[in-house]
């Protein structure tokens, strides 16, 4: 449970009426980095959206709605509201839910946030409470992630050379071999399986033509 | 109505109709069961599988896939506190201190009933009401089309939830996408960047799966996972208490979830947390809830189950999906060439009505397979994350060479992918980006029309009644937010007046 926040399950009862509201409040207590950076990568393309839509056209010659009418209006939203919420983040960096008529929803799902990170907890045992039922802490759950995004580009780049299936099926047992740390055996197993199955229905059942590559093998 | 019920009758009890609604229900059991995978991933996954089948037997199975998957989801929530699909989130509260106390098939079987009962009854509704909407909608113009696609966005930009300006973001961002390749109605080629693969658009179900499929599933791994709680066929008999307890709050339950789904963009999710909501203020046992208390569990599993029946009144009758599924299944009903709107029911009858009926019996066989089955089915949670991951990835990434039948298509669903993960990662809400998506295209066309309508004027859009009350309500439901957080801070910071 993050510091400064009170256990809204204390003497085993769930209050989700809002009673210790203030830690919700205390939740932000300023912008974070990522949160900025994102934003602002979206006003950005907001900006490129309304500019290029207006080189588009944004009113036909017969004064009608031109092809860049829409461009135009969905990037300037998109510019608008980046920028209303850039500000938001600087200027009131308490929860934006307070007082709203979603306030009671939020403070719910809040809830229920808590208790799945508490069921994690305890999943993970005492002394190891950080590991995750796949064995690895927080930051190594992380990586695994760019891992996997990487694995899955190398693999679509392999589609010309070996063909979709198999690309696949090497994806399958890389992930599984060497970022899931599973055994030699069951990974090619398993990536077997999967290639078998995948043919079977893919292949027989639905007859797709898919690309067997440079190798055409399948 | 008699003579449409017993066309779709007709069109849902054939053997192969039933099999596949048989076939849609159990996989969307299991799919709606593993965390990261909820209805719209399932949905997403299997849509490409459907492609060689008859449109009402694809539609009936995955349909299915979504109703299912409440019923999964609901069981993943109780057991591990993941829940497969957000519209179970609220179940990790009572449910999993149910199964905490023991009562872990009891808490099933609460949720099975309620989620069967709630169902037949909003088919019920759903039934009744969205054919007159139909009829109702038939005599609308470009510019009621237009006002009712803005109503769309700009619910399901009020209820995007925590910030209403992200709401707006992502629902112009949808937007934005949808627009690129050649404009419509126009010759114009938009944000291609010389591509000729973009010429024709990105391919909306292509997004979907990247963005529900392999952005949940890997935001899962980098979310952990819990162990499962064991529960055992003798633990499902609920005791005669937990049943009385449950009639109410399913009945209430049911009621709200009917009222949010039918709302555009408001979806199962929000019906199920305002459910707890009203039960934890109204209940007579709601010092219990937070517990494990049956109310817990009956009311937002029955919101959930009545709000996904009652988001295919505007999906099916306006053509405006209600929530990110049914925008999924608007994807769907457009690539098998249908277009969902008010003539769908006037052209396509034996398929709207036989796709209604089929809800019927896959809800039967949900709750027959459900009660005694469930902790059959809970074996799956005990299958390692770490091996079903890298299957969805397969699958996904198949799938999606088999939707474009091109390589470009699989780098569409990797980037839509990476864009998911990344929205999940900072909370950007998904749903107003999907709508957008779907939307878009609709929402041009309208524009285009109206304008042209007007002589360049949108100002047509004021002069026609129907049209004019839309856009008020549309204008009304974006500031809502806006207006009631000002009422709330203004309340607190002067609680002497509320004495007045």
């Known amino acids: 449970m993050p510091a400064g ?14 009673a210790d509201e203030p830690a919700l409040a205390e939740e932000r207590s300023g912008p974070s980095r990522a949160d900025v950076i994102g934003t602002a990568i979206v006003l950005v393309v907001g900006l490129v959206v309304a500019v ?16 860049g009418f829409l461009p135009v209006l969905t990037g300037s939203f998109i510019v608008v509201a980046s920028a209303l919420e850039l500000l938001r983040m600087f200027l009131a960096p308490t929860a934006p839910v307070e007082g709203s008529f979603m306030e009671g929803v939020e403070k719910v799902e809040a809830r229920a946030k808590e208790e799945l990170a508490r069921a994690m907890a305890e999943s993970g045992g005492g002394e190891k409470e950080e590991l995750d039922v796949f064995g690895r802490t927080h930051r190594q759950r992380g990586r695994a992630v760019q891992l996997v995004f990487g694995v899955m580009f190398v693999a679509i780049l392999l589609i010309p050379l070996l063909g979709l299936l198999l690309s696949m099926t090497l994806m399958t047992f890389v992930i599984l071999r060497f970022i899931e740390s599973r055994g030699w055996l069951m990974s090619a197993a398993v990536s077997a399986g999967a290639f078998l199955f995948f043919f079977l229905i893919f292949r027989l059942a639905l007859g797709l033509p898919l690309p067997t590559g440079m190798l055409g093998l399948v | 109505m008699l003579d449409n019920l017993v066309l779709g009758f007709q069109t849902a009890i054939t053997p192969e109709n039933l099999l596949f609604c048989l076939v849609g229900v159990v996989l969307g059991t299991v799919i709606g069961m593993l965390p990261g995978l909820g209805s719209a991933t399932g949905v997403a996954i299997l849509l490409p599988v459907t492609l060689s089948l008859d449109p009402v037997t694809a539609l009936i199975m995955l349909a299915g896939i979504y109703y299912g998957s409440q019923y999964g989801a609901s069981t993943s929530a109780i057991l591990i506190s993941t829940p497969g699909d957000s519209s179970s989130v609220v179940l990790s509260l009572d449910g999993y201190q149910m199964a905490r106390r023991g009562r872990a098939g009891a808490a099933l079987s609460i949720s099975a009933i309620a989620s069967f009962i709630a169902a037949i ?16 909608a038939l005599n609308f113009g470009p510019p009621e089309n237009l006002a009712i696609i803005l109503l769309g966005l700009a619910t399901i930009v009020s209820f995007a939830g925590e910030n209403v300006l992200r709401g707006i973001t992502m629902a112009a961002l949808g937007l934005a996408v949808s627009m690129i390749g050649v404009a419509s109605g126009f010759s114009t080629a938009r944000f291609t960047f010389g591509s000729i693969n973009l010429l024709s658009g990105l391919q909306f179900v292509a997004v979907m799966l990247g963005i ?18 064991r529960a055992r066929f003798r633990d499902l008999l609920i005791t005669r208490t937990e049943l009385r307890r449950s009639v109410a709050p399913t009945l209430r339950g049911t009621g709200l979830g009917f009222i949010v789904g039918v709302l555009p963009g408001a979806g199962a999710t929000l019906a199920s947390f305002m459910a707890y909501g009203v039960e934890k203020q109204v209940s007579r046992y709601r010092h219990e809830m937070g517990n494990g ?59 709207v009505w036989g796709l209604l009926v089929s809800f019927f019996f896959g809800n039967l066989i949900l709750l027959l397979l459900n009660l005694p ?11 390692p994350y770490a091996y079903l991951y890298p299957l969805v990835l397969f699958v996904s990434l198949v799938g999606a060479f088999a939707l474009g039948n091109n390589t470009f298509t699989v780098w569409v669903v990797f980037f839509a992918g990476l864009l998911g993960y990344f929205m999940k990662r900072f909370d950007f809400p998904a749903a107003p980006f999907v709508l957008g998506l779907v939307l878009g295209p609709l929402l041009e066309r309208a524009l285009v029309q109206t304008s042209a309508m007007g002589h360049g004027s949108l ?8 049209s004019a009350v839309l856009l008020v309500v549309a204008l009304l439901a974006l500031s809502l937010p806006l207006i009631s957080s000002v009422i709330g801070r203004y309340r607190r910071r002067h609680p002497a007046r509320q004495d007045i």
């Open chain 2, 373 to 383: 089955m469930a902790p059959v089915f809970a074996q799956v949670l005990r299958v």
């Open chain 2, 293 to 351: 208390a049956p109310e817990g569990v009956a009311s937002p599993e029955a919101a959930n189950n009545a709000a996904a029946n009652a988001s295919f009144i505007p999906t099916l009758a306006l053509g405006i999906p209600g929530s990110g599924t049914t925008a999924i299944l608007l994807g769907a009903f457009i690539m098998f060439g249908l277009q969902p709107g008010p003539l769908l029911f006037a052209q396509q009858p034996d398929l």
């Open chain 1, 52 to 67: 290029m839509g207006w080189g588009y056209g944004f009113q036909a010659d017969n004064g009608q709605v031109g092809p």
């Open chain 2, 212 to 229: 529900f499929a392999i952005g949940e599933v890997l935001n899962q791994i980098r979310a952990g996972g819990v162990t499962p709680i």
């Open chain 1, 5 to 18: 926040r009170t256990n809204p399950f204390k003497d085993g009862v769930c209050d989700v009426t809002g």
């Open chain 2, 459 to 466: 100002l047509i859009l004021l002069q026609r009644p129907v």
């Open chain 2, 121 to 136: 009854v909003s088919l019920v509704g759903l039934m009744a009401l969205a054919q007159p909407i139909a009829r109702w």
